[in-house]
């Protein structure tokens, strides 16, 4: 047998468990990525939630205020007429 035949046949020997344990290593790292993935997905919803939730609460602060300058108004527009009757009144 020559050189390059004993090369041949025992390179298969030599890379095959090389091979097997890389792929193994990564196969682990994939697994560790999904994990981390899923949990920036998790992540991702309970954050959105909370905008969703913070956005609701800004939106009725926007409402009840609002409500307080549609009474504050009417309510200047009473005390003025008021102050025109009681002025007409003497």
Known sequence: MSTIDDIRQGLPDFVAP???A???????????FQAVD???????IVIQ???DSVNTRIDSLGMEIAQ?????????RHT???FKQSQVAQ
């Not at 300058?69 to 200047?76: A, G, M, N, V």
């Open 49 to 51: 939630a909370r905008f």
């Open 18 to 20: 090389e091979l097997r």
């Open 68 to 76: 307080v300058k549609d009474l504050l108004d009417f309510d200047r």
């Open 22 to 32: 890389t792929t193994a290593r990564r196969d682990a790292i994939d697994r560790r």
């Open 80 to 82: 003025r007429l008021e």
């Open 38 to 44: 899923r949990r920036f997905e998790d992540l991702t």
